[in-house]
């Protein structure tokens, strides 16, 4: 990837949540690049920050979050530099967004082409009504709904769950946004429709050539859909490569153990799965040193006392454990 | 929805022969009869008993009720203008007409002034706007209405001499002011604390996120997305409230000279005179009923998951 090719550039981000018991520190200095027509997948446990990060992006953090450091950069942009009208007309627009529980994500009492329609005349105040009426009938026969000019005027409650997430990624979609970050989309659906929204996702991400940032704690959807993975923990990322390095060369002992913990079909039935030790640890107190040193099995001393750099392992692909550096030491080649 | 409605009338026509039953038989059995206070002999006492039917027996004297009722005749007045038609009394001389202006005048305030009120302090929760409003509320909920009353008629038309005190017929604007603010204030501040809490409900659904995630202005997020939303739970208040408000001007009524139905009601009561009683029970209660329905059918208007169906429960 070359660098003029880059659609967002995140470097140290920090958002923190300042609650009455402290600062809880949910995203804790991450950086990646992300190219044009590129999928990216962050994994990580409930809690990772991997849904505050993206929140950041597109500017929907809550109180008490805030940003209080490093810099989001959208097509050459600074994004924590946007006025919130700036921010307003960039949402949706540009960068758009899908969740989780497509049940709850649609407001009841308006029909489905009204939602639809307000995406595009929030950003277009231009269009005719007819025109953004096409265009959302349009964009629901892309994502496979049948009938869409009856289904425009049904209301979100007489769709399904998985019609109401095909809705959902219309909705997001309908402005041609660059960038769709999508929040555990398929979390919420039966396996079944996972499947079909994940190939529906794929084939659209082709067609309309967005980039995608795909946050899941699922690996099996990771491994579907994305180009490469950032796996999170405890608000850093712990290791980011392609797709197959992360799959068959996992590094960080925490990509390992969650790789562990999945049921394999080509593997003996009778083989146990592994899950990984201990809890997550307490981000009003995080440890000192390595964030991951209190589960991780192979913890030595000065896992304990300082956090890992990143070690680079050629093709974007970098972990953050000091493993690696004894490795490298021991062989005396290797990483920086 | 024809049907639906349908249904619900016949079941009203049941709701109010149940409330006729009640008033009647509880209204007699409040000691004394119409003519006690008179000072006429026993013998003319019985006489008026027998003119109005009163020296039968109960069962007889209610059927006789119903059956009036139903053929639309209401009775005649056995103490305050003796002799007249209770609908005379009730809609054409005005009595009524008053009582309605009065409380729609004090809905309309309460819906226009209290449902901005809570989207604006759901909107800015926390804040000191927040807080001023709150204090505004609970103090206006917590004021009872003759207080109040008293406290606008000592301000306003005795100390300033702005306006005058007796509001009479409700003929101007001026006259209006006082009477209406009393009664409204309550109203006006129970329906923003509602909003208010409703609101913030709906602020916090996911479906706002969303609406957040497309750009949507915060303007529109509000009034659009989050208002419809948290209507329900104002409706569901409003509806049955709007017959207290009707009714409940009595005090406020008193206190403006204002010759209106919850006066009316109260003397009635007094004066055992029975036919007024019954009347203005029964319209009371056909109001309340009436906008129960209203209310169902709004909820339909706001909320298109709920229907409206004949099925009990």
Not at chain 1, 112 to 140: N, V
Not at chain 2, 30 to 36: D, E, S, T, V
Not at chain 2, 199 to 209: E, G, S
Request: hydrophobic letters at 45%; aromatic letters at 8%; a neutral charge.
């Amino acid at each position: 990837m070359r660098e003029t090719d880059t659609l967002i550039k995140v470097e140290d981000l920090r958002v923190s949540f300042f609650t009455p018991a402290g600062e809880v520190k949910a995203v804790d200095g991450i950086s990646y690049a992300l190219g044009y027509n590129e999928v990216m997948g962050v994994v990580g446990e409930s809690g990772s920050g991997k849904s505050v990060e993206a929140y950041s992006i597109i500017g929907l953090l809550q109180n008490p979050g805030r940003v209080i450091g490093g810099s989001i950069t959208f097509e050459g942009e600074d994004l924590l530099a946007y006025t919130p009208e700036q921010m307003r007309q960039f949402r949706g627009n540009k960068v758009s967004m899908i969740f989780q529980n497509p049940m709850t994500c649609l407001n009841p009492v308006y029909t489905i082409g009204d939602q639809l329609m307000e995406a595009l005349t929030c950003h277009d105040k231009s269009i005719s009504r007819q025109d953004a009426r096409a265009r959302a009938i349009e964009m629901l026969e892309l994502v496979g709904i049948n009938n869409a000019d009856k289904r425009m005027d049904q209301y979100p409650h007489e769709f399904s769950g998985g019609m109401r997430q095909r809705a959902m990624i219309a909705m997001a979609l309908i402005c041609k946004p660059k960038l769709l970050i999508a929040d555990e989309p398929t979390t919420a659906l039966d396996v079944t429709i996972q499947a079909q929204i994940l190939e529906l996702m794929k084939s659209l991400q082709k067609q309309e050539n967005t980039s995608i940032i795909f946050i899941t704690h699922n690996l099996g959807v990771v491994a579907e859909i994305c180009d490469r993975v950032s796996v999170m923990y405890a608000g850093k990322i712990v290791e980011q490569g392609n797709v197959n390095d992360i799959f068959y060369q996992p590094l960080h002992p925490y990509t390992r153990g969650l790789l562990a913990s999945m049921p394999r079909l080509d593997e003996d039935a009778h083989e146990r799965l592994i899950p990984i030790e201990g809890t997550p640890i307490d981000l009003l107190n995080p440890p000192k040193g390595c964030n991951f040193a209190p589960r991780c099995k192979d913890c030595r001393k000065i896992c304990l006392r300082e956090k890992p750099p990143y070690a680079d392992f050629g093709d974007g692909h970098i972990s953050a454990c000091w493993l690696h550096f004894m490795e490298a030491m021991n062989k005396g080649v290797g990483a920086e | 929805m024809a049907s639906y409605i349908l249904k619900r009338i016949l079941a009203a026509i049941g709701t109010l022969l149940i409330i006729m039953a009640i008033t009647f038989f509880l209204m007699n059995a409040i000691p004394g009869n119409p003519f006690l206070s008179e000072k006429a002999s026993p013998q003319a006492i019985e006489l008026a008993f027998k003119k109005y039917g009163l020296d039968k027996p109960l069962i007889v004297q209610f059927r006789n009720y119903v059956s009036n009722y139903l053929h639309g005749d209401l009775g005649v007045s056995l103490k305050m203008q003796e002799g007249t038609d209770v609908a005379k009394i009730l809609f054409q001389q005005g009595k009524f007409d008053l009582s309605i202006k009065l409380g729609i005048s004090a809905l309309v305030l309460a819906v226009l002034i209290g449902i901005p009120l809570g989207c604006i302090a759901a909107y800015r929760r926390g804040t000191w706007l927040d807080g001023l409003l709150r204090v505004m509320t609970t103090v206006g909920v917590a004021i009872p209405t003759f207080v109040l009353a008293t406290l606008l008629l000592a301000v306003l038309a005795v100390q300033l001499r702005w306006l005058d005190p007796k509001s009479g017929s409700l003929t101007d604007f001026r006259s209006f002011i006082m009477p209406v603010i009393s009664l409204s204030s309550y109203y006006i501040c129970y329906v923003a604390k509602l909003t208010r809490t409703s609101m913030l409900d709906a602020i916090n659904q996911d479906y706002i996120r969303t609406a957040r995630a497309k750009g949507v202005k915060t303007r529109v997020l509000v009034l659009k997305h989050a208002l419809r939303n948290s209507l329900i739970p104002v409706i569901t208040y409003l509806g049955p409230v709007t017959a207290g408000i009707i009714t409940g001007s009595f005090v406020v009524e008193s206190t403006f000279q204002i010759p209106g139905l919850g006066k009316y009601f109260v003397q009635s009561v007094l004066n055992r005179d029975y036919p007024v009683i019954m009347a203005t029970t029964v319209v009371l209660s056909a109001l309340v009923i009436v906008m129960n329905l209203v209310v169902d059918i709004a909820y339909r208007l706001v909320d298109p998951r709920i229907t409206l169906t004949n099925r009990e429960g």
